[in-house]
């Protein structure tokens, strides 16, 4: 049940982003300058990647197809099951 629901609040909350794709790229462009490590490496590229990771050139159905894929690959990756893990763990040891 609750697997069901966080996939329900991924779809919701990238329909949402999505819809305000230009509000979403134009605040990471002013960031291109701030001198985060990930953005710095490829400023060029960095508002052009995360344009890409909205599919906006599919339609919604589509692309939410897209997303429901990327969680689907996601839980079945092994570093993910290694993050649960180590997470896991951590919680072990700190409480």
Sequence with gaps: KEWKEFRGFCFSAFRILRRHANVVLNLFSLMLDSGIPDIAIEKEKAVQKIEQRFH??????????????LIDE???A???KLTDMVHDVHQLITN
Excluded: P
């Design 56 to 69: 906006l050139t599919l339609t919604e159905e589509l692309a939410e197809q897209k997303i429901e894929h």
């Design 74 to 76: 996601s839980v079945n």
């Design 78 to 80: 092994k570093i993910t």
